[in-house]
């Protein structure tokens, strides 16, 4: 039997099973594209193929889109990033005390004390340092994500890269260029530019301490760890499942969960044939006037989010209100 892990983010979904020991059995790793609807259903449409209904004994969502994919999929418990990533981390070493998570769209810092999440950082208004950022600085200098880290690496003389904004940066990158500095050193320069942007904002004031865990899609990249390694002069850890580590940490949390449940609500790996539909609505019950997204199957509302009261969240309410 197995437990089902779904990670829903904005430019990634990703989707794990774990045994009962934690041991990742099966993991999917989707381009969100702007459709999460369409990822997820993806996904269990691939794990479709290969377990059946009755395998599956429990399932968490996590990441931005953890609301959809519970309502679509059936989920046991939804938990935010924070909880998902620390449960992971701390999965493989219960000493970890930092957790560094940069993401597509986003970063996050997690701090820990005796495995308890004692204080975190998010940051979501500024695409400097994120993988998204990274993706477009390769491409435009014409070079596989892939190695973006390897040119970094080769850098005898990294230059100063403005690095405390994405628009900044890049057009401080394209300057750099036109001066003839070498890729290398320009890619080596950004890196260390975004480690300090890291550090400098989201990490500020935060009690930082090793073990320190690297996560996220932009831990692949070997000059950004170097970076931080340089910066804070210590080891940077990156997990095996470095890219899937909130999908994992749902997975354990839905298998903790179900030790005290009898059955799960998974819906079945059906619903890869499904047609959901999302629409949304202004709440004008208070001032506040919430954007409510609705999700529909077929002609039935099946769920809610987006309401700071839980009016509309609450699936009680739905199933008796008809409004709209």
Same mark, same amino acid.
């Given at each position: ?72 999929? =059936?989920? *046991? @418990? ?8 620390? /449960? #992971? !981390?701390?999965?493989?070493? $219960? ?109 500020? =004031?935060? *009690? @930082? ?8 899609? /932009? #831990? !692949?990249?070997?000059?950004? $760890? ?99």
């Amino acid at each position: 039997m197995y437990y089902m892990g779904v990670d829903v983010g904005s430019v990634s979904t990703d989707i794990v099973l774990i045994d009962i020991n934690n041991t990742v059995i099966d993991k999917l790793y989707l381009r969100t594209k702007g459709s999460p609807i369409k990822a997820i259903q993806n996904g269990i449409s691939i794990l479709k193929e290969k377990y059946s209904d009755s395998q599956i004994k429990g399932i968490g969502t996590t990441g931005s889109g953890r609301h959809i994919a519970s309502f679509l999929l =059936g989920a *046991d @418990i939804v938990k935010n990033e924070i909880t998902a990533h620390a /449960v #992971a !981390a701390l999965e493989i070493d $219960k000493s970890v005390k930092t957790i560094f998570e940069i993401g597509g769209q986003d970063s996050k810092i997690i701090i820990l004390k005796d495995g308890i999440v004692t204080d975190f950082a998010m940051n979501t208004v500024c695409a400097a340092g994120t993988g998204s950022f990274l993706d477009r600085q390769a491409e435009r200098l014409e070079i596989p994500i892939e190695e973006f880290g390897d040119y970094a690496l080769k850098a005898d003389s990294p230059v100063r890269i403005a690095g405390r904004c994405a628009v900044f940066a890049e057009s401080d990158m394209i300057h750099k260029q036109q001066l003839g500095y070498s890729k290398e050193n320009i890619i080596g320069g950004l890196c260390e530019a975004l480690v300090r942007n890291y550090l400098n904002n989201i990490a500020k =004031g935060k *009690d @930082i301490k090793p073990k320190i865990f690297f996560q996220g899609g /932009v #831990a !692949a990249n070997k000059g950004m $760890k170097a970076a931080f390694e340089k910066s804070l002069n210590c080891e940077i850890i990156i997990p095996k499942h470095y890219n899937l580590m909130g999908a994992i940490g749902s997975a354990i949390l839905a298998k903790e969960k179900m030790q005290k449940c009898t059955k799960t609500l998974f819906k079945g790996f059906n619903t890869a044939d499904k047609t959901f539909i999302s629409k949304s609505f202004e709440c004008n019950g208070c001032p506040n006037q919430c954007e409510v997204v609705r999700i529909y199957d077929g002609k039935n509302v099946i769920g809610c989010f987006g309401d700071r009261c839980g009016k509309w969240s609450n699936m009680d309410v739905i199933l008796s209100d008809k409004v709209q």
